[in-house]
């Protein structure tokens, strides 16, 4: 049973530090998408990449967030400095080529705590 | 700019019974894809089912079952013989192909009694 899988899965810094965030895709999806789940915003899309390629970050603050896929097996999504506004789940999904438009799957989450 | 509502933020049901989640989004496009995900206290987003804009049929999975109106913009989620492990929040979501800007509702958090 293929699935996505995000490390760590809890974390817990002090404001100013770096947060660096992974994921696993589905072997052979070659869309990988990050969202962030507030709260107060919900659910939003962060950024998203096909083949690798980054192809927007428009939700993404750009003075700290980054995000990036140094191989089709992995996507890191990094925060410096850390914000305690930054407090949220971060979600990482995936989809395969043809349906990875409209057909993600996502990992279990990584729960970030900025104290 | 595409806009998902979900007016309900909790509902409650009896175990056995049906309850219908409603949604509706607003958007210019002919061409989107429709979907409910359920996020249970697990935290993990699991899709329910998915709708595609240009099918006039509405799609069914086993329990879950969607009433698609296009023209009104409504998208509502019907779930029979509610179980106990249907507790959950669930979010109905809004994308357009080849665009990639899934949007997703504010979620109703559903409570299965027994």
């Known amino acids: 049973d293929a699935r996505v899988t995000q490390t760590p899965r809890h974390k817990v810094t002090e404001m100013g530090q770096e947060v660096t965030m992974r994921c696993q895709p589905i072997?052979?999806?070659?869309?990988v998408f990050w969202y962030r789940q507030t709260m107060m915003q919900g659910l939003e899309l962060l950024a998203y990449?096909?083949?690798?390629?980054?192809?927007?970050d428009s939700g993404m603050p750009k003075d700290r967030f980054s995000a990036e896929m140094p191989d089709a097996t992995l996507a890191t999504l990094k925060i410096q400095p850390s914000e305690p506004r930054d407090s949220a789940v971060y979600f990482c999904a995936s989809g395969r080529p043809g349906t990875g438009d409209y057909e993600q799957y996502f990992g279990p989450g990584t729960r970030l705590t900025v104290t | 700019a595409q806009t998902v509502t979900q007016s309900q933020p909790e509902m409650s049901v009896q175990e056995a019974e049906t309850v219908t989640l409603s949604c509706t989004y607003d958007?210019?496009?002919?061409?989107?894809?429709l979907f409910w995900y359920k996020q249970p206290p697990s935290r993990q987003m699991i899709l329910v089912i998915r709708?595609?804009?240009?099918?006039?049929q509405n799609a069914t999975e086993n329990r879950f079952s969607v009433n698609f109106q296009k023209a009104a913009k409504s998208f509502s989620l019907k779930i029979s013989d509610s179980q106990l492990g249907d507790t959950a929040m669930y979010f109905c979501a809004f994308v357009r192909p080849t665009l990639n800007d899934m949007r997703f509702g504010a979620g109703t958090r559903l409570t299965v009694k027994p």
């Open positions: 990449f096909r083949n690798r390629a980054p192809l927007d």
């Open positions: 709708q595609e804009a240009y099918k006039q």
């Open positions: 958007t210019s496009e002919s061409n989107y894809y």
């Open positions: 072997l052979g999806h070659n869309t």
